[in-house]
């Protein structure tokens, strides 16, 4: 069974950092482009950082260019978002996503598989 697994959300003052991390298990997600979307209460999810199956390309949204960073380890099935300079507004839901088509259309939400979510909260 596929399943993405979140871990590492929590409660962080502005200005501070978080990592979460997104474990990947049941289907060759090696060969997936990842992502992390968010949702924020009364908001549409929407997409935040994208990594190809690779690792040579990411995407990021501008609203966390130069602060976020995506990265991944096939070895372990493992993806990352590093996040950094956090400000009031990242509070949301982050959302693992995988995606059996190139990085690009992750944009477009064209997502095969979604992890349950964890809660980020920045506090100002």
């Known amino acids: 069974q596929e399943q993405l697994i979140e871990s590492g959300g929590g409660l962080v003052q502005a200005g501070g950092s978080l990592r979460v991390s997104c474990a990947a298990s049941?289907?060759?997600?090696?060969?997936?482009?990842m992502g992390w979307f968010r949702q924020a209460p009364g908001k549409e999810r929407e997409f935040v950082a994208g990594?190809?199956?690779?690792?040579?390309?990411?995407d990021y949204a501008d609203s966390v260019k130069g602060r976020f960073t995506i990265s991944r380890d096939n070895a372990k099935n493992t993806v990352h978002l590093q996040m950094n300079s956090l400000k009031p507004e990242d509070t949301a839901v982050y959302y693992c996503?995988?995606?059996?088509?190139?990085?690009?259309?992750?944009?477009?939400?064209?997502?095969?598989?979604w992890g349950q979510g964890t809660q980020v909260t920045i506090s100002s």
């Open positions: 990594i190809s199956w690779s690792g040579a390309s990411t």
């Open positions: 996503a995988a995606s059996d088509t190139v990085l690009a259309r992750m944009r477009g939400y064209e997502v095969d598989y």
């Open positions: 049941g289907r060759a997600f090696s060969r997936y482009a």
